[in-house]
């Protein structure tokens, strides 16, 4: 069964896309990653990528009038590339519900937090200053409601006395990079059910 082609989609670091990168590899998968795109050119996850040889493109939002622009030169990259499935990895661009409902059940993102406890920025900050005892990262669809579609996956991580921002993002970074990939795997398969009926 032919693997999904999916596009992951970062503006920074890409620890997300460099795990979905690797859990890809393994014998099997059923999704494999042609193209990794950022919004911004100075993303440090695009060299971590072109040294895997893997194919890269620079979007950058600034460059265009507004976001419907933005989002046209996006599409007709994936479009171009045959992409199936849209992976955001620390991707910092809202999208229009246009952009999402052409993706539907074929775009994911990961948000570090236990959804839908703290959608949007600063989740770490806020879940510490609200005497959070629990916290952690959803991985969900992607719908025209920020942080708000299905979840496919979570996990959880305790917040322990003498946290700070940096130990407990840390905590729940590690746990993000076990679920996203586990969380692709589960949406490829199923993509690849759809595709054989
Ligand atoms: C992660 O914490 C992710 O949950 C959030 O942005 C951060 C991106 O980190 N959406 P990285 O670029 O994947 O290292």
Not at 7 to 36: C, D, K, W
Request: glycine share 8%.
């Amino acid at each position: 069964m032919s693997r999904i082609r999916t596009a992951v989609l970062i503006s920074g670091r890409g620890s997300n896309m460099m795990a979905l990168v690797e859990a890809t590899r393994a014998p099997g998968f059923p999704a494999e990653i042609v193209r990794v795109i950022s919004n911004r050119p100075d993303a440090k996850g695009l060299g971590f990528a072109e040294a895997q040889g893997i194919a890269t493109a620079v979007i950058d939002h600034t460059a265009f009038p507004g976001r419907d622009a933005f989002e046209a030169a996006l599409q007709s990259r994936l479009e171009a590339d045959g992409i199936e499935l849209v992976a955001l990895a620390g991707f910092m661009r809202v999208l229009s519900p246009a952009f999402t409902a052409k993706w539907r059940d074929r775009i994911l993102n990961i948000h570090p937090s236990l959804l839908p406890a703290y959608k949007g920025l600063h989740t770490h900050e806020r879940a510490l200053a609200g005497g959070a005892t629990r916290h952690g990262c959803t991985v969900h669809y992607v719908t025209a409601e920020l942080d708000g579609g299905a979840t496919i996956l979570q996990a959880e991580v305790p917040v322990l006395a003498g946290d700070t921002v940096e130990t407990l993002a840390a905590r729940v970074l590690t746990e993000e990079h076990r679920i996203y990939p586990r969380a692709l795997g589960i949406v490829a398969r199923k993509l690849q059910a759809k595709t054989s009926t």
